[in-house]
């Protein structure tokens, strides 16, 4: 069983069991090779439960696995100007936009919601891989802003979420400038006295990294994710040097002093909160089976 | 003697040709050949302003890395007194790809900070090609926290093809570097002023170019990736970096309509390289108007226009 059983009552749970994935589908693990029911992977929280490969989760499944009793209200998202550079390569910018759209379901790389984690309000905000490889555009950098912004807002701890291959070369120099403007959101937050928690999944890299995803007050990965500035094959391609076994995963560079900590996906939900509430000297949690939250929510997890 | 780039050899065949001429003259006397050299030289400068008038994209890049250009230590030395170079991040080493230091300019004490690519093989590799490493990021972040308690602009030289993609340096948190920067560029509240003075590449350049004002060499180029990188990645096709250094808009002239650039120094005909001293004289006198015009802002103006500016960049895409 997962922490569900432990937070929510099946009336709100019935709320976002409509989407759930049909379950006579199979995933393979990309690690160990074994074959996974969908259900039982989702509820896994999409580790695999043969060899604890942690696949990638979308932004949408993360919150539903995060806030309590999976509910949250999604944060508006300033819409940039679309294409700004009218970039084209094999195919034009709009167009690989609205394959990812389409295949994803989700507006752009990017999704912001708020609620509540173990009864302590946050937002969080979560970068979705599998939106053009979650790459850090100005819709990107909208979105941070517009997380820090709310969580400034409402006196609030932010808990972001990255994944992201890089830049979003399509938008050129635009996207580099997100670099800058994510970090003024992160010393805005900072400056307001609020936590701000990072947790890395793979993989994150390039500008990312080099930004928002490595200014937290906490950073926190997941196993073996990949996490780095310049990727392993361009450091191979460029200097030809060998690399050690495990090099730019989380747990390397944990030893290498740069994260806090890896945590297991299945523990990032109370660990979190735990951070949470400590940093602002709130109570500790409350275990065991919680009530529904006692405002009725402005809009249940689509 | 010019080290020609490769769509220059027409330019090098005819100034070749010149100069042959005239090496000819000087062995022969009886020979006279001024009048011939003279229509040559006229040839090779109608065609070196046409191959300048309209650079492309890919073509500005080549400038933009051409060894002759000045680079971060001849500006130094050019155009600041009492240089005095400070070293090392307190931790690890020190980075020669970052020089850093105390200076004054125009008499006014800096600090001044920027990438050294070397100018032969033995500084190159010394100079590590202007690629910094955690180390060259974290001693540019202690300088700019020195220069913000005792006051001093910061003034940086942006002259990199971007972070150096080492096994060390990443082990050592280049991003984390890069990332903290960043974040010092939009800490203090001093004047901040960047030049980009060659190539701005990537999280390398963004991590000093952070200022209030960014002023970028005619022919220099920034961006998020190299146009090779680019083309290798969206077009699977190294080869094909002309066509991404196009669509990149990596040029100062793209960049100034972005926003990204605040102005643009204008370079001598046939670029930096053709005449260094110009041209470090024109960086001297941008830095000197940026500088008065900054001096007479309010330290938590400065800080507050900087952290705005950067908000601000690309609400218009390149209909600004
Ligand atoms: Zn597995």
Known sequence: MNWISNYVRPKINSLFSRRETPDNLWTKCPECGTMLFHRELAENLRVCTSCDHHMQISPRERFKALFDGGIFTEIDVPEPVQDPLGFRDQKKYPD????????????????????????????????DFSFMGGSMGMYVGNAVLAAARRAIDRKRPLILF??????????????????PRTTVAVQMLKEAGLPYIVVLTHPTTGGVTASYAMLGDIQIAEPNALICFAGPRVIQQTIGEKLPEGFQ?????????????VTHRKNLRDELISITRMLLRETPPIKGDLAAPAQAPAEAGK | MNNYLEFEKPLAEIEGKAEEL????????????????????????????????????????????????????????????????LAGDRNFADDLAVMGGLARFDGTPVMVIGHEKGHNTRTRIERNFGMARPEGYRK????????????????????TVGAYPGKGAEERGQSEAIARSTEKCLQVKVPLISIIIGEGGSGGAVAFA????????E???????????????????????????EALRLTAQDLERLGVADMVIPEPLGGAQRDREATIRAVGAAIGRMLKELQKKKPEQLLRERRQKYLDIGAAGLAA
Request: aromatic share 4%.
């Open chain 2, 210 to 217: 952070t200022a209030n004002r960014v002023a970028m060499l």
């Open chain 1, 96 to 127: 690989r936009l609205k394959a990812a759209q389409k295949a994803t379901g989700e507006k752009e790389a990017m999704l912001v919601a708020e609620g509540e984690i173990g009864r302590t309000p946050v937002v969080v905000a979560a970068q």
């Open chain 1, 162 to 179: 990255s994944a992201a291959g890089g830049a979003r070369m399509q938008e050129g120099i635009l996207s580099l400038m997100q670099m």
């Open chain 2, 140 to 159: 540019a972040i202690r300088l700019m926290g020195l220069a913000d308690r005792f006051g001093l602009p910061i003034i940086s030289l942006v002259d």
């Open chain 1, 249 to 261: 995963r989380a747990e390397y560079l944990l030893d290498h002093g740069m994260l806090d900590r």
């Open chain 2, 22 to 85: 005239r090496a000819l003259a000087r062995a022969n006397e009886e020979m006279d050949v001024e009048k011939e050299a003279a229509a040559l030289d006229r040839k090779a400068e109608a065609l070196l302003r046409d191959l300048y008038a309209n650079l492309s994209p890919w073509r500005k890049c080549q400038v933009a890395r051409h060894p002759d250009r000045p680079h971060c230590k001849d500006y130094i030395d050019a155009l600041f007194t009492e240089f005095t170079s």
């Open chain 2, 219 to 245: 022919h220099s180029v920034y961006t998020v990736i190299s146009p090779e990188g680019c083309a290798s990645i969206l077009w699977k096709d190294a080869e094909k970096m002309r066509e991404a250094a």
